[in-house]
């Protein structure tokens, strides 16, 4: 289950990285690991992060870990949040 936050981010997130890969939203959960669970290799994360620094105007520093699909929707939250 996605965390209470903005359905239009969480949304948006799970479009992006559903996209890298061609998997179906509703099999990304939010404890997935992208590596584990789907084979999403440094590439494939590295496309997210630049897809949703576009599309949020937010900048994702290389430090953030970001595993699994509720980390990419907590953090971009977040910084969505700070930019009101």
Do not use: C, H
């Amino acid at each position: 289950m996605i965390p209470a936050t903005s359905p239009s981010v969480a949304q948006k997130v799970l479009r992006v990285i559903s996209n890298v890969k061609s998997i179906k939203p509703s099999r990304l959960r939010t404890s997935a690991d992208l590596n584990k669970e789907f084979g999403f290799d440094t590439f494939d994360v590295v496309s997210i992060i630049w897809e949703l620094e576009k599309i949020f105007k937010i900048n994702i520093p290389d430090e953030v870990p970001l595993r699994t699909v509720g980390d990419f929707v907590e953090y971009v939250s977040s910084q969505t949040n700070r930019q009101k």
